[in-house]
């Protein structure tokens, strides 16, 4: 069997909004920050993600992030590119449902990345669950504690993408934040290890849930952070 270049994880309504969601898995990527993980697209499946964004329509899959483009945000994400090629594929139907006894072997002893674009809050936690057991490590990151319909569960594999220094003080599980300067850090936070030391996501694996983890801002898009006086993941 030819490998297939992504697997659709799961398709049904957002957990956050119930509207019609899609979660695909690509298998390659030359991202030069994580390396080479298998790379998880939490993308509306009816709409594509620029018209999805400039609608507002992206609330089901990104909720209620503060970093969304449809509120002038600084979400890092290019939409035109990964995002929206990945959704014309999936409408192409060239992604097979995931089928355990034919998929699995291409996601066992690899290292997945939960939500390149899109927050694993908005499907179901049994998605994340299965592929956790599967892989051999993951990252994550979820900006919806505050939703109504979050479920907390999300939070043993992925990290509270924070705001405020405030909410960091707060925290009771991992979390990730931006700062403006380093000397910002508080006890017990780890500045990401991309920046300190160069290293891949894929062989740090810290942003799991369980560490408190801090970065300078940074990338093109830094002026909205500081503009908006709003500082998170980027």
């Known amino acids: 069997m030819k490998k297939p270049s992504g697997l659709i ?12 969601i899609v979660v695909l898995a690509t298998l ?3 991202n030069k920050k994580t390396g080479n993980m298998v790379q998880t697209w939490i993308i509306r499946s009816d709409v ?24 002038g945000g600084a979400c890092y994400v290019n939409l035109g590119q990964a995002p ?15 089928d355990p006894a034919l998929h699995s072997r291409y996601l066992e002893n690899r290292k997945i990345r939960f939500g ?26 979820t900006h919806q504690a505050r939703h109504k319909n979050f ?10 993408s924070l705001d405020t220094r405030r909410q960091a003080e707060k925290a009771k599980s991992g979390y ?43 990338g093109t898009r830094k002026g909205n952070f500081l503009n908006n006086n709003i500082i998170a993941r980027g």
């Open 116 to 141: 390149a674009y899109g927050d694993p809050a908005a499907a179901p936690f049994e998605i994340w669950e299965m592929l956790a057991h599967m892989c051999q490590g993951f990252t994550g990151y």
């Open 176 to 218: 990730f934040r931006i700062v403006t300067d380093k000397a910002e850090s508080l006890p017990g936070e780890i500045e990401c290890l991309a920046d300190s030391k160069g290293l891949e996501c894929k062989d740090c694996l810290k942003c799991n849930g369980k560490n408190r983890i801090f970065i300078q801002v940074h």
């Open 48 to 71: 594509d993600p620029v018209q999805a964004s400039k609608q507002g329509q992206d609330v089901s899959i990104c909720g209620n992030c503060p970093h969304r483009w449809h509120h």
């Open 28 to 30: 390659e990527t030359s």
């Open 151 to 160: 479920d907390p569960r999300i939070l043993e594999f992925c990290q509270l």
């Open 9 to 20: 994880l799961y398709q049904g309504p957002s957990i956050l909004d119930g509207a019609p």
């Open 84 to 98: 929206l090629g990945i959704y014309r594929a999936f409408r192409r139907g060239i992604y097979p449902a995931f």
